[in-house]
């Protein structure tokens, strides 16, 4: 088939359960490869890397000159995420004090004993269960109550957000050729609706602080170090999507791994202290970011493709993670795997900020799982796949005991 319609037959949701195929036919037709639409897709890893490190490529959506296959967006400043330095530095570097070192080295250490708590109460509500749902009863609880503990958010509000996250998530999405008007629209009030939310919250604790990070945020005691009330905004809702939806895929994708992979699963019984090693191979292999948009500032030759700027460049990070040219037996899930450095969490200075907290807590929950899946199979093989393409994982996973 036709080159140019890789991107849309990849985002097509018939092919959300396996698109690992058409990855690597867009590898075979790349490392640059033209659409329809006018954008360029590129999967091939090393390319991909060069392309996260260069400061020739932005990640501001408003720099666009051409069609996007990604949705407009906001019209206001996006959040850090995809802002470009010295603006991006400042932001992430403000976000960061609450979050972990320099400023705030203990944070993420000092949440491993909950972790580990939230865990073994899911896990003992699980117990007689016949069949579960992993999405619902375990993959989404625990980051989402992560979250909510390191922000502050009271646990009788935690239902507030389900909505206001799914509408925001959806407008993350890509996929060329469809009208998103009123996806936009309700992404733009859920995010204003959350937001407002969260910077009220932190208010509330001004001069009166408590031990998470929206008090942190409110009560910095340098005025040169905070950030402005749109900004506390835009930032927060960030954290908490980030801080959770990934890690749901993560965790979910590990499960419906394993389960598929018998013989891995009881190779981590055997050996659990393979386990961190088993999170980043889940992360090369299963990862739960799939694309990420870049625009250059200027025109710039690609592997001899010469790429306009303002172009919209789509980044096929779980092609790249798939690359025979730089990972042995790439389509092989090995949870032994040396010399790992994927793209699980990105690359560059857009890194995931919050990867240490995912990785935590991955481990403590596939940890808690594994000793249960002796005997777990699959009830659905392929399971419900969520809408998303950019943000790849089931919706629901529902195994027998």
Same mark, same amino acid.
């Given at each position: ?189 859920? $995010?204003? @609706?959350?937001? #407002? ?5 932190? *208010?509330?604790? /001004?001069?009166? +602080?408590?031990?998470? %990070? ?54 981590? $019984?055997? @050996?659990?202290? #393979? ?5 980043? *191979?889940?992360? /090369?292999?299963? +990862?739960?970011?799939? %694309? ?110």
């Amino acid at each position: 088939m036709d080159s140019e319609t890789l991107l849309a037959r990849i985002t097509d949701y018939e092919s959300r359960p396996d698109p690992y195929p058409l990855y690597a036919e867009l590898r075979e037709a790349g490392p640059v490869v033209r659409q329809a639409d006018g954008s360029y897709l590129i999967g091939t890893y090393h390319e991909i890397a060069a392309l996260l490190h260069d400061p020739r490529i932005s990640a501001d959506p408003r720099i666009r000159t051409t069609p996007s296959p990604y949705p407009a967006g906001e019209t206001a400043k996006p959040p850090f995420l995809r802002l470009d330095d010295p603006e991006h530095h400042r932001l992430r570097t403000l976000a960061m004090r609450p979050f972990g070192p320099p400023h705030s080295p203990g944070r993420i250490d000092a949440m491993r004993g909950e972790i580990t708590r939230i865990t073994g109460e899911l896990i003992e509500e699980l117990r007689d269960r016949k069949q579960i749902d992993v999405v619902d009863d375990f993959a989404y609880p625990l980051p989402i109550t992560v979250i909510c503990r390191l922000l502050g958010v009271p646990r009788e509000d935690e239902s507030l957000f389900q909505s206001w996250t799914d509408a925001i998530v959806a407008t993350a999405d890509i996929g060329p050729e469809e009208d998103t008007t009123e996806r936009d629209r309700t992404g733009r009030q859920a $995010r204003q @609706e959350m937001g #407002l939310y969260l910077v009220e919250l932190a *208010e509330q604790r /001004r001069d009166r +602080p408590t031990d998470d %990070m929206l008090s942190a945020f409110v009560n910095e005691p340098d005025p040169a170090l905070r950030l402005s009330r749109e900004e506390l905004a835009e930032t927060t809702v960030l954290l908490f999507i980030a801080g959770h939806e990934t890690t749901v895929n993560l965790i979910t994708n590990g499960v419906l791994t394993l389960l598929r992979q018998p013989e891995q699963l009881d190779h981590l $019984r055997r @050996e659990p202290d #393979l386990l961190p090693r088993a999170v980043e *191979e889940l992360l /090369r292999y299963e +990862p739960p970011v799939h %694309m990420r948009e870049r625009v250059p500032h200027a025109d710039i030759d690609i592997a001899g493709t010469t790429i306009s700027q303002g172009t919209s460049v789509v980044l096929a990070l779980a092609s790249g993670n798939r690359d025979p040219r730089r990972f042995h037996e790439p389509d092989r899930f090995d949870p032994t795997r040396p010399d790992n450095q994927h793209f699980g969490f990105g690359s560059g200075i857009h890194l995931c900020y919050g990867a240490p907290l995912a990785r935590l807590e991955a481990e403590a929950a596939l940890g808690a799982l594994i000793p249960h899946l002796g005997t777990a199979s699959l009830a659905q093989d392929p399971p419900p796949y969520r809408q998303n393409a950019m943000l790849r994982g089931p919706r629901h996973l529902p195994i027998r005991l």
